[in-house]
């Protein structure tokens, strides 16, 4: 693909080599659909072969979010459809691990809500910057599958086994100050502050030895490959569940805006 190629990422270059990358949906408070997903899927690849491309800024369109998880029709249609679920599992492996293989820095200025693939793509950058009164949660088990995207590999890592466990499996929204507190984000700074904020860290990664921080991130990422069995086998589990009748009830309860009626809890 080709930085043209891409239907919902919009890109803008700043000075010192910094690419800015811009999940543009407004219109869905830049959900991810299938188009999307595919294109978090690619983007490192792309931006990895850019040779005037230093350091890159992921960040959402508009002020209400970075990334409102999946888009509801999106996911609908990989309840109880294998032939989706086995395609839709090897793009989430490539996002995941494209995204660590990626040698540029990445940093996420996560200008409001972020949950599902735009909270794998915030969290795994290495470097991450939200608004204090942004919104994230790891929505997996409200939908009735596993968490099973990034959240295993990489959440014990940041906060800890005991708050991962409890996030993880409550399925409960944290704001911005309390992702930084717990370690999960590097700074929470008012809303206004984000975006410059996070371009001021890019332009002063791209101005450095390329090569040292590239050896650095690449050896840093070593921790979350050492937990790749994990996140494999997270994976196949949430995909398993898409298949359940949990799925089904989760996608019905938030279209219809109720609490879901698991059946496997009656």
């Avoid at 239907?7 to 959900?31: D, K, S, T």
């Avoid at 490192?44 to 040779?51: A, N, Q």
């Avoid at 794998?120 to 009735?144: F, N, P």
């Avoid at 196949?236 to 898409?242: I, R, S, Y």
């Amino acid at each position: 693909m080709q930085y043209e190629d891409f239907q919902h990422i919009q890109f803008e270059r700043h000075a010192n080599g910094v690419l800015l990358a811009i999940l543009n949906r407004p219109e869905a408070m830049n959900a991810t659909n299938a188009r999307l997903h595919f294109e978090l899927s690619k983007l490192w690849d792309v931006v990895g072969e850019d040779d005037t491309t230093k350091c890159v800024v992921v960040t959402g369109a508009g002020d209400r979010a970075f990334s409102a998880g999946g888009d509801l029709e999106w996911v609908e249609s990989l309840v109880g459809n294998p032939e989706a679920v086995v395609s839709i599992m090897k793009e989430v492996s490539d996002l995941v691990y494209n995204l660590l293989s990626c040698e540029k820095p990445v940093i996420s200025a996560i200008n409001g809500v972020a949950v599902g693939a735009g909270l794998a793509v915030a969290l795994l950058a290495d470097i991450s910057v939200i608004a204090d009164e942004a919104k994230i949660t790891d929505g997996h088990v409200r939908l009735g599958v596993s968490a099973g995207d990034h959240a295993a590999m990489v959440w014990p890592l940041l906060c800890g086994m005991a708050k991962a466990k409890y996030y993880l499996m409550t399925g409960e929204f944290l704001d911005g100050k309390e992702a930084e507190r717990l370690g999960l984000v590097t700074f929470s700074l008012p809303r206004e502050q984000v975006l410059p904020r996070a371009l001021e860290i890019a332009s002063k990664l791209a101005r450095g030895s390329q090569p040292a921080i590239s050896a650095t991130k690449k050896t840093l990422n070593n921790w979350m490959r050492m937990a790749g069995p994990i996140f494999d086998a997270s994976l196949g589990m949430e995909m398993l569940g898409f298949l359940s009748a949990d799925a089904k009830e989760g996608v019905d309860a938030i279209r219809n805006k109720r609490p879901p009626s698991f059946p496997s809890a009656k």
